[in-house]
T-cell receptor, first 112, second 111 residues
Framework: SQTIHQWPATLVQPVGSPLSLECTVE??????LYWYRQAAGRGLQLLFY??????ISSEVPQNLSASRPQDRQFILSSKKLLLSDSGFYLC???????????FGPGTRLTVL | QKEVEQNSGPLSVPEGAIASLNCTYS??????FFWYRQYSGKSPELIMS????GDKEDGRFTAQLNKASQYVSLLIRDSQPSDSATYLC???????????FGTGTSLTVIP
């Protein structure tokens, strides 16, 4: 069966510090991978998605970037965090096409 | 116009009642439709998917799809306090890999 991991689970970072969040998927190959952010009490905001290694589509221009160095690894980064980057970051995968999407446990980021 | 729209609620139903959650979508080429449940502080979990017009039942859950009206709903029978959560509707077009999520409906089941 497929599993999706994210780490860390929680993170508290000062404004201006760098960020690296990692997501890995097990039990499948060539998944579509997604990064979402959910601000407190808000809906899901799609940040990036990837259909293959090195292929990244950005949905919202901001100070975040994403990379996919391996087939089942997706990384979200920032060089300098802003207060507005606080939120619940969710990684998800799907098999592509019309298939459903499955979420990881999430990383709760607080920028102080 | 938003791709997917849901009433934010909150929706309150007594234990044992039927909870009805509704969702409309804007793009007629939408192909697949999903319902997710999200408990407070947790990530969304898939509870139902539906691809063709009509009803699909899974235990206490029934998803209903009407493509002509661009409407998808979720019925929860015999609602339990453990069903209290936010329910997210999602659609995917047949032209791409991007999911569109509604903002969610908060459901509270009162014991």
């Amino acid at each position: 069966s497929q599993t999706i991991h994210q780490w860390p689970a929680t993170l508290v970072q000062p404004v201006g510090s760098p960020l690296s969040l990692e997501c890995t998927v097990e039990g499948t190959s060539n998944p579509n991978l997604y990064w979402y952010r959910q601000a407190a009490g808000r809906g899901l905001q799609l940040l990036f998605y990837s259909v293959g290694i090195g292929q990244i589509s950005s949905e919202v221009p901001q100070n975040l970037s994403a990379s996919r160095p391996q087939d089942r690894q997706f990384i979200l980064s920032s060089k300098k965090l802003l207060l507005s980057d606080s939120g619940f970051y969710l990684c998800a995968w799907s098999a592509g096409g019309a298939n459903e999407q499955f979420f990881g446990p999430g990383t709760r980021l607080t920028v102080l | 116009q938003k791709e997917v729209e849901q009433n934010s609620g909150p929706l309150s139903v007594p234990e044992g009642a039927i909870a009805s959650l509704n969702c409309t979508y804007s793009d007629r080429v939408s192909q697949s439709f999903f319902w997710y449940r999200q408990y407070s502080g947790k990530s969304p979990e898939l509870i139902m998917s539906i691809y063709s017009n009509g009803d699909k039942e899974d235990g206490r859950f029934t998803a209903q799809l009407n493509k002509a009206s661009q409407y998808v709903s979720l019925l929860i029978r015999d609602s339990q306090p453990s069903d209290s959560a936010t329910y997210l509707c999602a659609v995917i077009r047949n032209t791409g890999n991007q999911f569109y999520f509604g903002t969610g409906t908060s459901l509270t089941v009162i014991p």
